[in-house]
């Protein structure tokens, strides 16, 4: 039994410990995806919490037939899209111009440029995910600043590992055009696909909204 499974277990069985356990191990990584997703700290910390509710909710449906981590990510891409149908997310429009290099695998490399430059660059490139429709977002944003491999993503998002194949191909092909504006005389950005710390979940507070 793997370090998941086995606090999953603990969790199903009501171990507060367990239950704040694993929200400690995935946190950042929800945070991150939702960040990805929304472009937004705001609406990212509220998709985070929202998709741990539901996960801690529907903990006893799981049964181990995928990786918790996958299973996760699941339930985070179909809670933002619900945040997405049920209001205008605060990050849909920005002032800022895109002015990034592409979006490529993570671990980007690093430059000197100022910091100013590197949140112009982030904004740049939260701006062109937002402009793809909320599938290919999905597939390219768990494969290029998740990390996460095809057979993954397959799981995570419940279809063939050939439509995430070309889900991130096509995503991948019209990010290009909107993020090669500086392509010529800029260095890529690490931020792109660097992890941001993510608000500390109140635990607590999550397990009285998930009893409720």
Do not use: C
Request: glycine residues 4%; charged residues 25%.
């Amino acid at each position: 039994m793997d370090a998941d499974q086995a606090l999953v277990t603990a969790a199903q069985a009501g171990d507060a410990d367990a239950v704040a356990a694993l929200v400690h191990r995935y946190q950042t990584r929800i945070f991150n995806f939702a960040l990805a997703m929304t472009g937004n700290a705001a609406d990212a910390e509220d998709l985070a919490q929202e998709t741990f509710i539901r996960a801690f909710r529907g903990l006893h449906r799981f049964r181990g037939d995928s990786a918790f981590k996958n299973w996760l990510y699941r339930i985070a891409a179909n809670a933002a899209h619900t945040l997405r149908g049920s209001r205008q997310l605060r990050s849909a429009v920005w002032d800022a111009r895109v002015e990034s290099d592409e979006v490529g695998e993570r671990h980007l490399a690093a430059g000197d440029d100022s910091v100013e430059l590197q949140a112009m660059r982030r904004q740049a490139i939260d701006r062109a995910l937002a402009a793809l429709p909320v599938d290919l977002r999905t597939a390219v944003v768990l494969r290029d600043v998740e990390g996460l491999e095809y057979h993954e993503i397959a799981e995570a998002m419940d279809i063939p590992i050939g439509t995430v194949m070309s889900r991130i191909f096509r995503a991948r092909r019209r990010l290009r055009p909107l993020l090669s504006e500086v392509r010529e005389n800029r260095a890529p950005d690490s931020a792109a696909g660097a992890a941001r710390p993510a608000p500390a979940l109140a635990t607590s507070s999550l397990r009285a909204q998930v009893k409720s």
